[in-house]
Every structure is written in structure tokens, then in C-alpha cells.
């Protein structure tokens, strides 16, 4: 009799491991699955950014140092995220896309910022069409970016929880990572309001 | 506000509508019944107890469930073509995915991003040309053949954020198979309507029936009918209506969840409430439509409005909001003018501005934690005290505020602020009306004044200064004005000569405007004559009476929409400054002239009679209780103008959302 109450609290507890187990990769594979949204739209991001430069370069004579910093910062973040695409949520490897991502922004600010003093560029009619592109994935990286952040929160709580806390170190799941880019809409100074 | 508790009360309160709706059904079959009964029908014959017949009941009852229930089938199917067939019958026009129309490849854009932040396929997008009030539709009966159509009026007035708002709010009715549900709710009602329909018509041929006897009792259960049809019809719209209005706040909160700010919706809901095209729509079958749109497509009455009134979706998105920011937002656009370039961050999706440049749009406007740009709309609220108190005195603040505001400047315009080449020119231009019929005179002018590359460098400095805001002015002015004095005598004194010209153009001359001119002026004159500069003279306040009321007169003037408030406002500021002495409210013709010549004369005032006008111009400005950033501006330049500088009372808001 105690035989059978003992395999059957040993079935039960084997069975809640199970579904312990299973929720957990569930929301592993979902904040993967997010990740590769974000993947898709900075994919975009990228290659908008040498037809940019082209378009750029005819008016930007004087102005090598600021195209060559918008390359550079593009091809490191191409690295970063061909890199991070390979385990996303990893602490290292989101920090170092988000910064890659975030000095790719700024060398963009200061290239657009350049617009201003020639009017030339500005009117382009293709330089438009791109920095309406650039605004527009930007906004897309943006939402991406809030699904994976909220598929990750849902994991590290899943994961953290008790009991579901002992699972998780036994079966070795990993904290996952926000990714945390600036946003492009925030990257002035900061403004002013009144009282 | 929390979007997820709002979201679930928002869906509690549509359920009860829809059960109560199944209800009001039951409750229509069970008073025919109870008709029937009362005229004598459907009783057993006194043979078998004269109890109640409720085979017969019930075949009465069954016959209104079908009939019901065929009617509403028919209309549903009808409904049920795919959003595009909609979208084709309110006459609009698709936007395709290869489009190089610039406004529509936003639009396009606006809704891919809006479908990855809800997570719904991208469905087609349609635009009404024909429609100038800002609306928009998501029609279809499931996500996956759904449409979204925008009206032209949208394109043209909301920008990139409000637009985004509104497709989200579009979103969210696709998502929360709203459509749906709405197309059950008219099905429904269609086959309440139709017992009254059917009761019509029995009605009539039991009236005109041969058989007298059998003819009444028809047209009584006709009648009966008729009255419940239609009863059941109007209560039933009343509780779709709310139904529909439920829905429209379970997507604005929706909308606020996929973009994350609600400064976006909010600003287009507000530019919807200042506007005179309002959201109103010409199609013929808006009222297919009429629950899938942003706003109330058609006007009727409250009962049955489709959506909660405006100003309590502003409301409820932001809690501060104030009616009075409309005004300003349908100054700045009811007239919009084409924008410089397009991805400006107040131009509208087809490429329009606000007609007064610096006037920011509702969407600006952000929540105070997001801290928005400063807009001639914003109020505050400022005390004589606190204005006077702050006259020449900067704290720490002051000069982190100047150094964002120096910051906030475009390059081009600090560094010609800087070079004693351009500095004349940036002048002339700040000189220029930003509208009006003053600034053709007055380019005019300058094109007379100047040879050719001259003046194309300030025309471009003009379309510059225009996109400035409001608050940038005077710093720019300050910058310049510290240039000027390193120019030659003879050049400062031919740029104040035409300085002065621009000024004195006839026509609509902005009061602000002449003011800032009238300032680089007196500071110029100043480094002129550095003698003359004595900062304060001996002039009583007493012999300054004409100057004063002329100054506080124009100022109320200008600060007031109507001639009450603005003479309300003259009394208070008089009573502020000179308590012993009554005034009476007169606005002088040549305004111009007056101007000069009170600023001239309360120059010579000493600094404690100046005060006393400062603190009665500050009570004239915040009469209403507030201050708009272009009153707050022309304060600080008329003060200037007195030679005493007021910093910017403003606070940082760090942009941390």
C-alpha cells in the first residue's frame, strides 16, 4: 500500500517536473521566435543604410568623417547581430547589440543632422524617400523590440518562480536579456516645458 | 493610466450589452405573446378550461424566432464581404504596396508598423480622396481579409505619431473582432425591425380584408407587431450604440498598448475637436461603416452616437487636458501651409504644416513625464510676483534651460547668428512677418534694399526662422545682437535704419514680431551709444499714463480674443500698476507708432516704477489664468525692450519618458 502512495507521489512529482519543464522551453522558444521579428526589421535597417550613403555622398563632399562613421557603425552592427541572431537573450551578446545599434543611431543623427545645412540634400527627393524608410523600421525595430521584451519578461518570470525556480537551475535555463536600444525619437536634447 | 484594466473593463461592459441584447429579444417574442394573449387569442377553448394555448404560443413564438433569425442571416451574409468590398463601396481608392506616392508609402508604412506591434497580418489600405474630415475605417468580417481606409483629411492634417494612433485604434477593433460583433449587433436588429415590417403589412391587409371579423383581430396583431417591432428597434439601436461607444474606448486604451504613447491618438483626437471638417463623412453608406470609423461619421444625436464624446476620449487618454489647447491647434490648422520638408515633426503625412510656424500640434503636447516641446498652446500658470521676482534673476536652472534651448537652435542659424557677415541678414529676416500680407511688402522691400545673393540669403533665413519655435527667438536674437556690436559703426547704423523699415511696413504686423525687431533695436542703439544706455532714467510713472495704457492695452489686446476679456485684463493690470489712478480701456490705431513711443518713455522709468509695469504686464497676460508661450515671449521682449531681461520661466522636463 505505501508502495503505491510512493509511486504515485513519485508519478506526480516526475509528471509536474514535465510540465514545469515544457512551459519553460515553451517560453524559451517564444522570446527566440520574437527575436527573430527584431532580426528581420534591423536586417532592414541595414541595408537601407548603403543606399543612403550613396544617395548622401553626392552632396556630402567635406563631410567624409560622418559617412565613414555611418558605415563603420553599420557594419559593426551587422556583426552584432549576426552574432546575437545566434543566441538571443544571451546578457553579453543583447548589450552588445543594443550598443552597436545605439552608436549606429547616432552617427544616423548626426548624418541627418548635417541635412540642415544643406538644403540641397534635404529636398532630395530619394533622400526622402529614405529617411521615411529609416523612420518608418525604426518604429517597426521599436514594436519587434516590446514583443521580444515582453516574451523575455514572461520567461525570466516563468523561470524564476518558485518551485518552478528549482526546475529551471536543474535543467540549466538560461536568464534571458532584454534588448535595450534607444529610441530614435528620443535622441534629442531634452526639451523643455513650462511649469 | 493602466490600459490592461481599462482593456478588460472596456470587454465586461460589451459583454453585458451583447447579453442584454439577447434579452431585449426574449423580451420582444415574450410581449407579442403577451398581445396575443390580451386580445383574446391563444386562450384554449372553454371546453377544455380556457387556460392558456401554448401549442399556439408557441408556433407564435417559433415564427418570430425565424423570422428573426432569416432576417438577421440575410443581412449578416450581406455584411460579410471582405473589407475590400466595403472599402469599394464608400468609393475609395487602394493604396498598392509598390506606391511612390509619398504620403501613401507613409500611410503604408504606418500600418506595417502598426501590424507588427499588434500582431495582425497587413491588411489592405485604401485611401478616400473625395473625404477632407479626418476619419478612418477597418472593415472586413475576420483579421484576414480586412481593409483600412484612411480619409484624405487625415493625410493632409494629422502627423506621423496621430496617424499611427489613429491606425492603431483601427487595429484594435481587426483585433478585438469588433466588426464582428458589430455585424451580429446590426444583423440583430435588422430582424427586430423586421417583426415591425412584417406587422405593417399585416396590418394593412387585415384592414382592407373582406371578412370583417377575422380582419380586426389581424390588424390588431398587426399592429401589436408594429409597435413592438419598432419599440424593439429603437431601444435595440440604443443598445448597439452603446455597445459601439464600449468598443471605441476598449480601442482607444488598445491604441495606447501597440504604440506605447498616447500623446500620438490624443493629438489627433484633439486636431478632430478643433477642426470644422470635424470627422464627418460624405459616402452615402457611412452608416455601414459608421461603427469601424475613428470618430462619429455622421452627426445626430447623442442617444445614438456611435462614439463617447471627444473631449471625454481626450479625457480619459490624457487626464490634464484643456479645452482651451483647441483654439490655438484650429488657429494653427485651418489654414495649414505647405511644410518645408516632410519629415518635419509637425508636418502632416501629405506634406502640411500649422500655419503659424512654432505651434506645435497636439501631439507635441506630450504627457508632462514625456515632456514635450513647449507649445503657444501650453498654459501655465504665473503669478505677477513670480514674473517680477524672476526679472534678472537666472538660477541654475535658467542656464541649463539656456544651454537646451542653445542646443535646440539648427546649426545654420547659430553660427550665421555669429559671423558678423550673415548677422545683418539674420536680422532682416528675424525682421520679416512669419504670415501675412506684411511679408510680401516686405520681402518686396528687401529685394530693394539689397543686391540679389544678399537677399536670397535672408529669404532663405526667413523660411528658416519660420520652422523656429517661439521660445528660440529671442535667444537667437541675443546671439545675434552680441555680433552686431562687432560690426563697424556704420554698417550697425544702416542695419537699425533698415531694420526699421522692415518694421514699419503697413499691414498685418505680428505684435510679437515688431516686438523682438523693436528690441534688436534698443540693444543695438545701446552699443551705439553707450552713453545714452544709462539703464534707467528719472521719469515718474504719473507722466507715463498715456504710455502705459497704450502698452497695457495693446498687450491685453493681443492676449484676449474677445474685446471683454481683453478690457478685464486691462483693469487688472492697471489696478496692479497704478492703484491710485483709473484708466480707461482704449486701443490705439496706429499701434505701431504707440508702441514705440511707450516703450521709449517707460525706458526712462526708474527700475521701481518699472517693476510696477512689469507686474501689471504680467497681470494682463495671465488674466485668464494662463499663459500661452507666445504671450510668455512677448513679455520677456517688451521687458527686454524696458532693459529688463526676464529669463525664460520655464522648468526642465527631462525627456525620459
Keep these: ?195 | 493610466m493602466n490600459f490592461f484594466a481599462l482593456q478588460k473593463q472596456a470587454r465586461r461592459a460589451s459583454r453585458r450589452m451583447v447579453v442584454l441584447f439577447l434579452l431585449a429579444v426574449v423580451a420582444i417574442i415574450v410581449a407579442v405573446d403577451a398581445i396575443v394573449v390580451f386580445f383574446g387569442y391563444g386562450k384554449l377553448p372553454p371546453a377544455q378550461g380556457g387556460g392558456l394555448d401554448y401549442q399556439f404560443l408557441g408556433m407564435i413564438s417559433l415564427g418570430l424566432l425565424v423570422l428573426i433569425g432569416l432576417a438577421s442571416l440575410q443581412r449578416t451574409l450581406s455584411l460579410r464581404a471582405g473589407g475590400s468590398a466595403v472599402a469599394h463601396s464608400m468609393g475609395a481608392t487602394p493604396v498598392n504596396p509598390d506606391t511612390t506616392n509619398p504620403a501613401w508609402r507613409r500611410l503604408r508604412n504606418i500600418i506595417e508598423e502598426v501590424a507588427i506591434a499588434s500582431g495582425v497580418p497587413v491588411p489592405d489600405v485604401y485611401v478616400m480622396e473625395h473625404e477632407l474630415g479626418i476619419n478612418a475605417f477597418a472593415a472586413g468580417y475576420s483579421p484576414a481579409d480586412a481593409a483600412i481606409c484612411v480619409t484624405q483629411g487625415s493625410l493632409d492634417k494629422l502627423t506621423r505619431d496621430e496617424l499611427q494612433g489613429v491606425i492603431a485604434h483601427e487595429f484594435s477593433h481587426i483585433l478585438n473582432g469588433d466588426m464582428r460583433l458589430n455585424i451580429r449587433l446590426i444583423g440583430l436588429l435588422f430582424g427586430i425591425l423586421a417583426i415591425g415590417i412584417v406587422g405593417r403589412s399585416i396590418m394593412y391587409s387585415g384592414a382592407y380584408s373582406r371578412s370583417r371579423r377575422g380582419g380586426n383581430g389581424a390588424a390588431i396583431i398587426g399592429l401589436a407587431l408594429l409597435l413592438v417591432g419598432y419599440i424593439g428597434f429603437f431601444f435595440g439601436r440604443l443598445i448597439q450604440a452603446s455597445v459601439a461607444r464600449s468598443r471605441e474606448s476598449l480601442a482607444d486604451a488598445s491604441a495606447v498598448q501597440f504604440t506605447r504613447q498616447n500623446a500620438g491618438i490624443a493629438g489627433a483626437l484633439k486636431k478632430i475637436a478643433a477642426l470644422s471638417e470635424s470627422s464627418l463623412l460624405q459616402a452615402q453608406n457611412t452608416d455601414q461603416v459608421a461603427h469601424m470609423l475613428f470618430g462619429e461619421g455622421m452627426a445626430g444625436f447623442a442617444m445614438f452616437a456611435t462614439h463617447p464624446p471627444l473631449l471625454q476620449r481626450i479625457k480619459a487618454l490624457q487626464p490634464e487636458f484643456d479645452p482651451e489647447e483647441l483654439k490655438a491647434i484650429a488657429k494653427a490648422w485651418s489654414e495649414p501651409v505647405p511644410a518645408t520638408h516632410a519629415d518635419a515633426p509637425q508636418a502632416s503625412l501629405a506634406g502640411f504644416a500649422p500655419a503659424l510656424a512654432g505651434v506645435q500640434s497636439g501631439a507635441a503636447t506630450a504627457t508632462p513625464a514625456s515632456g514635450g516641446a513647449a507649445a503657444p498652446g501650453t498654459r501655465t500658470r504665473v503669478s505677477a510676483e513670480h514674473v517680477t521676482q524672476q526679472v534678472a534673476s537666472a538660477t541654475p536652472d535658467h542656464f541649463q534651460l539656456a544651454q537646451t534651448l542653445r542646443k535646440r537652435l539648427p546649426q545654420a542659424l547659430t553660427s550665421a547668428a555669429s559671423d558678423t557677415q550673415m548677422v545683418p541678414w539674420l536680422l532682416l529676416a528675424m525682421a520679416v512677418a512669419r504670415t501675412g500680407d506684411a511679408r510680401t511688402v516686405q520681402t518686396q522691400l528687401i529685394a530693394q534694399m539689397l543686391n540679389a545673393p544678399a537677399a536670397r540669403k535672408v529669404n532663405n533665413f526667413v523660411g528658416q526662422l519660420e520652422k523656429l519655435d517661439l521660445q528660440l527667438r529671442l535667444p537667437l536674437a541675443t546671439l545675434a545682437i552680441a555680433t552686431v556690436r562687432r560690426l563697424p559703426r556704420s554698417r550697425q547704423e544702416k542695419l537699425m535704419e533698415r531694420i526699421n523699415t522692415i518694421m514699419h511696413v503697413d499691414g498685418e504686423v505680428n505684435m510679437e514680431e515688431y516686438c523682438l525687431s523693436r528690441m534688436v533695436q534698443v540693444q543695438v542703439l545701446d552699443a551705439l551709444k553707450p552713453p545714452a544706455a544709462a539703464k534707467h532714467g528719472h521719469k515718474r510713472l504719473r507722466q507715463c499714463q498715456r504710455e502705459t495704457r497704450d502698452l497695457f492695452a495693446l498687450v491685453a489686446h493681443y492676449g484676449n480674443d474677445n474685446e471683454d476679456c481683453a478690457q478685464q485684463a486691462f483693469a487688472a493690470a492697471c489696478a496692479e500698476a497704478m492703484p491710485d489712478i483709473s484708466l480707461a480701456y482704449a486701443v490705439p490705431d496706429d499701434w505701431q507708432q504707440a508702441l514705440d513711443n511707450a516703450l521709449a518713455q517707460l525706458d526712462r522709468l526708474p527700475p521701481e516704477s518699472k517693476e510696477r509695469i512689469v507686474r501689471g504686464l504680467s497681470c494682463a497676460i495671465r488674466f485668464d489664468g494662463q499663459v500661452t508661450v507666445s504671450e510668455g515671449e512677448l513679455l520677456r521682449v517688451v521687458c527686454a525692450a524696458l532693459h529688463c531681461p526676464l529669463p525664460p520661466f520655464v522648468r526642465i522636463a527631462t525627456a525620459q519618458a
Design chain 1, 1 to 195: 500500500m505505501t508502495l503505491i502512495i510512493l509511486l504515485i507521489i513519485i508519478a506526480a512529482i516526475v509528471l509536474y517536473l514535465i510540465v514545469v519543464y515544457n512551459g519553460l522551453v515553451t517560453s524559451r522558444n517564444g522570446y527566440k521566435n520574437a527575436f527573430a521579428q527584431i532580426d528581420v526589421q534591423l536586417n532592414r535597417r541595414h541595408d537601407l543604410i548603403p543606399n543612403l550613403v550613396e544617395t548622401a555622398k553626392g552632396y556630402l563632399k567635406h563631410e567624409r568623417e560622418t559617412l565613414e562613421a555611418v558605415v563603420q557603425a553599420r557594419n559593426a552592427a551587422v556583426s552584432g547581430l549576426s552574432n546575437a541572431k545566434g543566441n538571443p537573450g544571451n546578457e553579453d551578446a543583447m548589450k552588445d547589440l543594443a550598443g552597436k545599434e545605439n552608436q549606429l543611431t547616432q552617427a544616423l543623427g548626426r548624418l541627418f543632422a548635417l541635412r540642415e545645412a544643406y538644403p540641397d540634400l534635404k529636398a532630395n527627393q530619394n533622400m526622402m524617400q529614405l529617411s521615411e524608410e529609416l523612420t518608418s523600421t525604426e518604429n517597426r525595430v521599436a514594436f519587434a523590440r516590446q514583443a521580444f521584451n515582453d516574451a523575455v519578461l514572461t520567461y525570466n518570470n516563468k523561470r524564476e518562480v518558485f518551485p518552478n525556480s528549482f526546475v529551471a537551475s536543474m535543467f540549466h535555463f538560461q536568464p534571458a536579456h532584454m534588448l535595450e536600444i534607444e529610441d530614435p525619437a528620443k535622441r534629442e536634447a531634452p526639451e523643455v516645458s513650462f511649469t
